[in-house]
Each structure stands twice: as C-alpha cells, then as structure tokens.
C-alpha cells in the first residue's frame, strides 16, 4: 500500500513538473515576439508576399534566417548534396502575354482597360472591320441584325435593352425590363452574334466610368482564374473569339467615331422604336497572346529532432504567401492571411527549440513548416505531400495547421475576442480531439468554436487551407483559424488591425496541443474517417 501511495505520488509530481514546465516555455510565446515578426512580413516592401515573386523571396529568407537562429536543423536536401531550409519547387502557368485592342491612336491594354469572359486566343496581331449592332438582340418585333451581315466581324453590342422614348421598354412596352436585360440573356447575345459569323464581340458597359472602374476592380481576383498555377505543365482549350466588356467612351473609338455621334446612333433607337444597327463601323487591330510562364517558389522547413520517438514527426504549419499587389499598385499585405500564422509557427519553434537547449527536448520529431503558393490552390503543401516529402508521411503524426489567426471575425465582432475556431480535429483521430479539448481546458481557456468543423459548412473551410494535403493522406491533422472578415484578400488586411493577445493565446494552444503529442507514449490512433 505505501509503495502504490508513493508511486502515486511520484506520478503526480512528475505530471506537475511536465505541466510546470511546458507552461514555461509556452509564456515564451508573447504578443510583442509575433508583432514583431509581423511589422517585418506585412511591410509594405514585401509586396504581398505573391508566389513567386520577390516578396515572397524575400519572406522565405526572412523566416529560415529565424529558424537558422533558433538552431533548427536544415534538413532539405540540396542539388550540392548538402542541406537547407528552402524546398523549392517549380510552377507553371498559363497567362496573358501581349493583350490589347487598337482603335485610331489609341491602343487599350487588358485588365486596364477592358475585360473579357471566358479564354481565347489570337497569337498573332489581326485587324478586324468593327459594326454596330445595337443591342445585338433578336426577337419577332425587334431584331438588331436584321438588316447587317457580321460575317467575319468584330460587333460592338449595347449592354441591357432598348427603351422608348417614353421610358417604357421597347420590348415589353411597360416600365418592367424583358429577359434580355438579364445575365443569363448576355450569354444568348454572345451565343447569337458567334452564330452570326462574328470573329470577336465587344460589349459595351451600362454602367458609368466611374462604376465601370469598380466593375473591374471587383472582377480582377475573379479573373486571376486566367493566369492559374500548376504544379505540372497544363493544356487548355481556347477558341478564337473573344468576348470583351468594354466602357461607352472605348465603344466610340471602335467604331472610328466621337462620342457624341455614338450617343446620337444608340438615341436614334429609342426615338424610332427600330434597330440602328450598321449606322457606325470601323477598325481595329488586337492580339491576345496566351503563354507558358515558369515560375520559381519555395516552402522553407525547419527540424527540430525528438530523443527516443525522433523517428515520428508533427508537422506545425501556416503558409506565409499572399496575394501580392492590385493593379492600382496597392499592396496587399496579408498581416492577418496568413502574416499570423506564419509568425505562431515562428513563435512556436522558438519555444520548442529553447525547451531542447535547457535539456527538455520533445520525445518526437518537430518540422516546421512554411508553405508557399496556398493562395494559387494549396500548392506548396500539395509539392509537400504529393510529390517530395522532406521527412516519411507514415512517420508524420499529424499537422497542426496556423491560418488567419489573431483577428475577430464579423460573427464575433462585440461578442468575444477569446475563441478560436478548431477544425478538422476529429475528422482522422479521436485522440487528437480529446488532447486539444484537454489542452485548452487546462492551459488556455479559448472558447473552441467547430462551426466550420461541420460537414454542412456551406464555405467548405475544411478544404481550404494547406492541413487538407496532410489529411487526404490520412494524417490528422488540426486547423486554426479566427474567421473571415471584410478586409480579407484586400488592401486593409493590415498589423494594425491585429489582436496579438488573442494570436497569443491560440499559438499557445498549438504549443501545448504539440506538446503533448510530442511526449505522449503512444503514437495517435487514426480511427476516425468524418466528413
């Protein structure tokens, strides 16, 4: 009996002592250490940290030159044989080279002055007769085309539907819009002039300059689509008719004409109740070059090697690229997308890595992870995962993964700046969910929100950052993240709009969650498969 008393004893002063000490080393991970890291990787002179750019190039260095400080290993290898912190990668891409539509002495250049739907080419500089053709709608009562032949032409085509006079719609003869003024119903205007014989179709804008200019602010991210990145060489299909949306006073210089000529013609429409079409022609010449680019980035890694489990390895991750800079020159800095976690990871190591300087190693392995190219489709963690593992998956334990932390969200805002969303904790293992629940309960007292831990999650946040390369390959993994809000993927994205207290506490909680798996005796069971 006294000797099961004083086993017990020991074991509990033992569980103190480990507690006590892991505490000591995560209040080593402190609000000012992250701002700090942070005023360096969302500065303006990173250039928003684009892939495969030299913002990006510059973060990486700045990061492995931490992870160098703080003695973790290097550990990729090296075309010399030797070792480093970066592993590089290539991408390719298919994007726009030489784009632009002359009209007279002008000549317009894409995304600046013009945007287009869908992919086309034409490689080489080809001119084109240009027609107006109204409103390039055909029905019973009123047809644009009926008297014009677009046979091999360019068509210069009215946004919307015509009005009378009056007001009225010419088409439904009332103050309510027919079916041509829908989106659905630009689509059938494109299809119709491409039946017609027409080589390319410019659409002219309803909107005005000034909303003209915001339109195509809005649709640049959407059209980044264009100018994909890949991990392999891609084909693509295009055809050789484009479809352009263009601003009224563009439409006027197609058509070899002034703008109050152009006002005269569309007016005329609406005076006469008839089609106007053929009334402006002219020409043009363009080029729209579509081009294999290549493109170099890296992940940048550093290892820190356990004692008796060194073999076994958690991954803590975040990716530190972003989304670089808009075409009006501002910089995106990404302070909170992904700034945030990318300096929790650097926090982290440092953590762990003076616990093995004082002679309190981890029992497994840790890697450090940085990845670039998430915000291009996960890419630097799918070059990870998919095709050049640093160190064995079925070695890898699990992947705790840091994004977008240390910032309300708009479902929190005035309610709690004390939570954190968990994600996927319980998709692989059981164990994992049960030492985070522990882990925050004893140490950090977040609130722990799984709302986008639901498999009805409309946002499918769980597909969505870099943990996913690790969790389709069946390693558990955790994703921690403060939500959205509405400076996301812009220019506000910015240190000062940052809670450091609160990305704190969540690096903390990655710091003891690692922790415990670290020094734990047995390796976690995967015996979950959620969706």
Known sequence: MKYSICSAGFLLLAQLAT????????????AADLEKHLRVLAADDMEGRETGKAGQRKAADYIAKQFAAEKLQPIVKTEDGKTGYFQPFTLYQKTWGDFYVKAGDKTYTYPKDFIVNGLFGVMQEASFETIFVGYGIMTDTYNDYAKVNVQGKAVVILEGEPKKANGNYLITNSDKPSEWSSEENLRKKVTIAKDKGAE???IVSAESPEAYRRLVA???????????LSLK??????????????????????LNTTPAKWQAAVAKISKTGKANSGALKGKISLKAERKDVLLESSNVAGFLEGTDKKDEVIVVSAHYD????NPDG????????DGSGTVSVIEIAQAFAKAKAEGHGPRRSLLFL???GEEKGLLGSQYYTDMSPVLPLDKTVCDLNIDMVGRVDDLHEGKSDNYIYVIGSDKLSSELHQISEDANRKYTALELDYKYNEPSDPQRIYYRSDHYNFAKHKIPIIFYFNGLHADYHRPGDDVEKINFKLAEKSARLVFY????????DNKLVVDSNKP
């Open 322 to 325: 972003h989304i670089g800079v």
């Open 200 to 202: 390319q179709i410019f």
């Open 330 to 337: 501002q910089v995106n800095n990404g302070a909170n997308d």
């Open 370 to 372: 940085t990845v670039s």
């Open 218 to 228: 809005e649709r640049t991210a959407l059209m980044g689509r264009f100018n994909r």
């Open 19 to 30: 507690a006590q000490t892991a505490t000591d080393y995560a209040n080593t991970i402190q």
């Open 233 to 254: 060489p891609a084909m693509e299909k295009i055809g050789a008719v484009g479809t352009f949306l263009i601003p009224q006073e563009m439409g006027a210089e197609l």
């Open 513 to 520: 969650t690692a922790w415990e798996i670290a020094n734990r």
